[in-house]
């Protein structure tokens, strides 16, 4: 019944498009000529054999069910892009949102391990000397990662030890989440709610994880992070600048945490109880979707869902003309799985019928010496022929229609691609700079430097913090501890620890490492095989390790990103969703460079390392461009939405960083 409704709103609004207007109106119009003919055929019908009559009607009915398969095509098409789109966009924000979120698990677990903040909580009553480190401290972090609006720390007893928004060490907390028995667990808690400490009546997003020390409680860290600019920065990507699509974030019971329009989902406000489906339900002319996440690295947060909503007239209106442009061919090829075999092969079928009618019916005429039926004959022939051209058309504007449809879902894909990619490589880039600075692998490279007794000791507990970090960051194969002289220290995988004591094998990184000055600064390896990736091709970050005081290099810290997993991941969850399984199988998803290299894919048709002949289009890099072209890859033509990747907040923006990597979502054509 549900999908009955669908039909019949659709019908009315897909026939209502000028242009079908237009072709429906023809049918109508050489149907009723049709019929018309046929009735005056029957009065000059003597000694005509009557078969030959009752088969231009049947022939007449079968150009009538041609016409309703082509409209049944058509619907079929809307429907499917409208529920495509809105599934994409309904499971994208909350899996962005997820993905972002794992992260600050993460860190909060992380910097509760911090000995500066550990020494400053152990302080019953610090001093201006003391509190100017711990801020100097925090701050390095925030500015690193510039997701957080502040990080706060608290004493057992629940008052302000120090924090970064406000320095008022006699306020007192009195909120029920720091009551969580998950805290004395050594659990951390998420929290989304109001907040004492903060401005009243504002929900603020926290990550809170007790401080121990030799089984002690020293205190609370609290992670305030910036979720309604991190939100507002979702719907901005997929809006794509239309607002035809409404989206919220919303819990279990339906209350609006965040969305992109206030008038339908107003902040806080409760509105009815999602339940996240397949497929979307209509209400009031709108297609609705509810989605909860997919989870990433296994954690999948709040019970939080993802909806949104379009309005079906919307949705045709979007796609009711082609968006190809100009330098693509928008003819679609016989062998294209784009080409609709069937339709063109039933308008042919009939043409052929009706032509096989009137040619026995001219051989029955002259037989029966009966001239005057063959001006009916005639009248029936050129009204084929013009039914023939007229879904000829017809056929011709669903083929636009589906390559506008496939092209907005290569777009689709394309972008959040990019975004993701962007947004993963982002905290790469925070986490080798932060852990540059950790105290244990500063002393331990301090040791190396300076031969000191204590080395060895200190060689354990670096590795020891190196394997705390990847088994909470689990996006690594490997974090290296690498000294002046190119030494490798200590390593986080226990599987690789043969290379401890050995040579660092990429010099030329290594030493544009150590020309690094400041603290917010990185380097990037390209992306190449290497031995620490078992000589697959891999992105590594590297940060020097510094004495914080004058700044001398001790060493530097290397971390392995696993990217082959990793961007499959991306490519896999933000492919292009098509229902017809032999376009999906035509279809892929890759990220390239700008010379063609092809970093991932999500099918064995594109091999990472494989380099693409690319059109011109592509080897001039400008951040933020994307658009249409076409692409030869292996001797097949492809039509291909590309995005050329444009960073994330500051990264590859702001931080000298480089990095010309373009997101390919591409059909065979």
Same mark, same amino acid.
């Given at each position: ?39 005056v ?7 005509i ?29 809307y ?23 794992f992260?600050r698990?993460a ?10 903040i ?15 480190a ?46 969580d ?37 020293l ?17 901005d ?5 239309s ?52 989870g ?41 799985p ?7 092969? +039933?308008?042919?079928?009939?043409? =052929?019928? *009706?032509?096989i !009618? /009137? #040619? $026995?019916?001219?051989?029955?005429? @002259?037989?029966?010496e ?6 009916v ?12 051209? +007229?879904?000829?058309?017809?056929? =011709?504007? *669903?083929?636009? !229609? /589906? #390559? $506008?449809?496939?092209?907005?879902? @290569? ?21 080798v ?26 060689q ?92 001398q ?21 933000f492919?292009?969703?098509?229902m ?22 999500n099918?064995?048709?594109?091999q ?6 690319l ?16 692409v ?38």
């Amino acid at each position: 019944m549900q999908h009955q409704n669908n039909n019949d709103i659709l019908t009315k609004l897909i026939a209502a498009l000028p242009e079908v207007k237009g072709y429906l109106s023809e049918l109508d119009n050489q149907d009723l000529w049709w019929t018309t003919v046929a009735m005056v055929g029957k009065i000059n019908n003597q000694n005509i054999d009557p078969q030959l009559l009752v088969s231009i009607v049947e022939t007449q009915e079968e150009f009538q069910r041609l016409r309703d398969k082509m409209m049944s095509a058509l619907i079929e098409r809307y429907e499917s892009q409208a529920k495509s789109d809105l599934q994409l966009k309904t499971q994208a924000i909350i899996d962005i949102i997820n993905r972002n979120l794992f992260e600050r698990t993460a860190d909060v677990g992380f910097l509760t391990e911090d000995q500066s903040i550990k020494d400053f909580l152990s302080i019953a009553s610090p001093d201006e000397t003391q509190k100017h480190a711990i801020h100097k401290r925090l701050a390095e972090y925030v500015a690193k990662y510039t997701v957080y609006d502040d990080i706060a720390l608290i004493k057992p007893n629940f008052t302000l030890a120090y924090s970064l928004e406000q320095a008022d060490t006699t306020f007192h907390f009195n909120d029920a989440f720091l009551q969580d028995r998950r805290l004395q667990q050594g659990q951390f808690v998420e929290y989304f709610g109001p907040c004492s400490f903060y401005k009243p009546n504002t929900h603020h997003l926290l990550y809170v994880k007790a401080i121990i020390q030799d089984n002690d409680l020293l205190g609370y860290l609290m992670l305030n992070f910036n979720f309604y600019d991190e939100m507002q920065g979702i719907f901005d990507t997929l809006n794509m600048g239309s607002s035809a699509y409404k989206m919220r974030l919303t819990d279990q019971h339906g209350t609006t945490l965040a969305s992109n329009n206030s008038g339908a989902y107003p902040v806080l406000k409760t509105q009815g109880k999602p339940k996240s489906t397949k497929n979307p339900l209509i209400q009031q002319s709108s297609l609705v979707l509810a989605r909860e996440t997919k989870g990433y690295e296994g954690f999948k947060g709040l019970p939080w869902l993802g909806e949104a909503s379009l309005d079906v007239k919307a949705a045709i209106h979007n796609h009711q003309s082609s968006a190809i442009q100009d330098e693509c061919n928008e003819q679609i090829d016989e062998q294209s799985p784009l080409f609709l075999h069937e339709l063109t092969q +039933t308008n042919l079928m009939v043409k =052929n019928l *009706l032509l096989i !009618v /009137i #040619l $026995n019916g001219k051989i029955n005429s @002259l037989k029966r010496e009966v001239s005057a039926f063959l001006p009916v004959l005639e009248s029936f022939q050129e009204i084929s022929q013009t039914i023939s051209d +007229t879904f000829n058309r017809f056929i =011709n504007h *669903l083929h636009n !229609v /589906i #390559l $506008n449809i496939v092209t907005t879902k @290569l777009e689709n894909s394309a972008l959040l691609s990019a975004e993701i990619m962007d947004r993963n490589l982002y905290e790469r880039a925070n986490d080798v700079r932060w852990w540059s600075l950790d105290e244990q692998l500063i002393a331990c490279l301090r040791a190396t430097l300076h031969n000191s007794n204590e080395f060895v000791n200190l060689q354990v507990k670096a590795q020891q913090t190196l394997t705390k970090i990847n088994s909470l960051y689990t996006v690594y194969t490997n974090l290296i501890l690498i000294d002046n002289d190119h030494n490798i220290i200590a390593v986080s995988n226990p599987s690789e620890s043969h290379w401890v004591g050995s040579k660092y094998q990429h010099k030329h990184d290594l030493e544009e490492c150590f020309k690094i000055t400041s603290s917010q600064a990185y380097k990037v390896s390209d992306f190449s095989c290497s031995p620490y990736y078992d000589n697959k091709p891999t992105y590594i970050y590297y940060a020097p390790v510094k004495e914080s005081k004058t700044n001398q290099n001790l060493g530097a810290i290397a971390i392995v990103f696993d990217s082959e997993p990793q961007f499959k991941a991306i490519l896999d969850d933000f492919a292009p969703d098509f229902m017809r399984d032999s376009l999906a199988a035509a279809s892929f998803s890759a990220f390239i460079d700008s010379k063609g290299h092809v970093i991932s894919s999500n099918t064995n048709n594109v091999q990472a390392g494989q380099k693409l002949k690319l059109p011109e289009k592509l080897t001039k890099f400008t951040a933020g461009e994307h658009g249409i072209v076409e692409v030869l890859i292996n001797d097949t033509l492809y039509l291909c939405y590309f995005f050329m990747s444009k960073g994330y907040r500051e990264f590859k923006n702001e931080d000298g960083y480089s990095n010309h990597v373009i997101a390919l979502a591409g059909i065979r054509k």
